[in-house]
């Protein structure tokens, strides 16, 4: 989710920097009023990268079960 937030947002904040704060055409504005979308952007980056963070410490710290573990007796 976060990574989708910076791509959508970081693509605003391009578009706005390219026309100069015009609007483009086929573009909707932002809804959340006085913050801007590299503000935005960098709040999705921070989510997508705490989450990565701990998707990365789950798969480090995982603990396989033995073979066995499953067998009945």
Do not use: H
């Not at 990574?3 to 947002?9: D, E, K, L, N, Q």
């Not at 935005?40 to 995982?62: C, D, K, P, W």
């Not at 603990?63 to 007796?73: A, L, Q, R």
């Amino acid at each position: 989710m976060g990574f989708a937030g910076v791509i959508y947002f970081g693509s605003q904040y391009l578009n706005e920097e390219v026309t100069g704060g015009g609007k483009l055409p086929y573009t909707t504005p932002i809804v959340i009023k006085n913050i801007s979308p590299e503000s935005l952007e960098i709040v999705f980056a921070v989510i997508g990268m705490v989450g990565f963070g701990i998707f990365i410490y789950g798969i480090a710290n995982r603990v396989d079960k033995p073979i066995d573990f499953y067998k009945n007796e």
